[in-house]
């Protein structure tokens, strides 16, 4: 069988994409993509593929193209794509409003083509069997969970992250999407979602630079989420707890503990760092996309399953919006 013939257009989220298909045996990393052409040249040099800074100019020598450029670009990039027969994983977040989401979606619909979301952490092997722990409840019912994702983001007044609309929003909306859809995945359909913001230590966001959101599912669990993009110091106590009656599951990015009355003990891990030859994290959601491709599945992070944690955020600036005045 042919190889599918891959470009991933924008050189810092995509990074990560291009390591990834250079590894995939199902993949032929055809092009390189970025506006800045000594970067592209780079990476195009050390993946054995060519590279451009005009994306346009390469879609009928493709099959399936990452867009990992800027939030606003998605929607009109994912639609030119699909216009074009091309499959399409998409950097976070769908687009920057609803209606761009939902025209993305039915694009994709339309034109018959594999749509997914790069929605990474989902398909890292120690989050699988994460959600195998909580759907099993090997350990209990989930009734709690905390996520905390503190980071700090170098400021950059004036660019487009800096620019509610061409973001879509603030940290929450960009970064913190990720973890909203893994307590939905994990915890299952939300009731209940609010939040609150700032941009205090983040003053050059428009958006809020911090928040704290909170939700509530149908099985009656609680999260709460923090994220952060100006936490120049933090020692959170993992990146997730989830709580049952008889259990704590800690989980980070490289184990899973679990304390109960038995002690503390590791039940996942620690994992390693994938080395970049090896497709780098991003080597698990590629390798569905292309499994997805050429069995003509659909992808797990589709349209309207992404749609779900959009949808979230989107009641999360409801509510703040409707108690700010």
Request: contains cysteine; charged residues 20%.
């Amino acid at each position: 069988m042919r190889k599918v013939r891959t470009a991933v257009v924008g050189l810092n989220m995509g990074l990560q994409h291009a390591y990834a298909y250079h590894a995939a045996e199902q993949a032929e990393l055809t092009w390189v993509v970025d506006l800045e052409e000594e970067k592209a040249a780079r990476v195009a040099k050390e993946l054995g593929c060519r590279y451009t800074t005009d994306w346009s100019a390469i879609i009928e020598d493709i099959d399936a193209v990452s867009l990992c450029t800027p939030h606003h670009l998605h929607a009109p990039q994912a639609l030119q794509a699909m216009a074009a027969g091309k499959h399409v994983l998409l950097e976070k977040p769908l687009a920057t409003t609803k209606a761009d989401s939902l025209r993305i979606i039915h694009a994709a619909e339309e034109h018959n083509v594999v749509f997914m979301m790069a929605y990474i952490v989902r398909y890292l092997p120690i989050v699988r069997r994460l959600k195998e722990i909580v759907e099993k409840k090997e350990f209990g019912e989930v009734f709690s969970a905390q996520c905390w994702i503190q980071a700090y983001l170098p400021p950059a007044p004036g660019t487009w992250i800096s620019r509610r609309e061409t973001l879509g929003g603030g940290v929450l909306f960009s970064h913190g999407c990720h973890y909203v859809d893994l307590l939905i995945w994990l915890l299952g359909h939300p009731t209940i979602s609010a939040a609150v913001g700032t941009n205090l230590g983040t003053e050059w966001m428009e958006g809020e630079g911090t928040a704290h959101s909170i939700m509530k599912f149908e099985s009656g669990a609680v999260a709460h989420l923090v994220t952060s993009w100006g936490m120049k110091y933090k020692e959170s106590p993992a990146l997730l707890h989830l709580h049952t009656p008889d259990a704590l599951i800690a989980f980070d990015m490289r184990t899973i503990d679990v304390i109960d009355k038995q002690g503390k003990r590791t039940v996942f891990g620690p994992v390693d760092k994938i080395p970049e030859d090896r497709g780098t994290n991003a080597v698990f959601q590629v390798e569905h996309f292309l499994d997805c491709i050429i069995k003509g599945k659909t992808p797990e992070t589709d349209g309207w399953e992404s749609l779900k944690s959009h949808q979230a955020i989107w009641d999360m600036y409801s509510f703040e919006e409707n108690h700010s005045q």
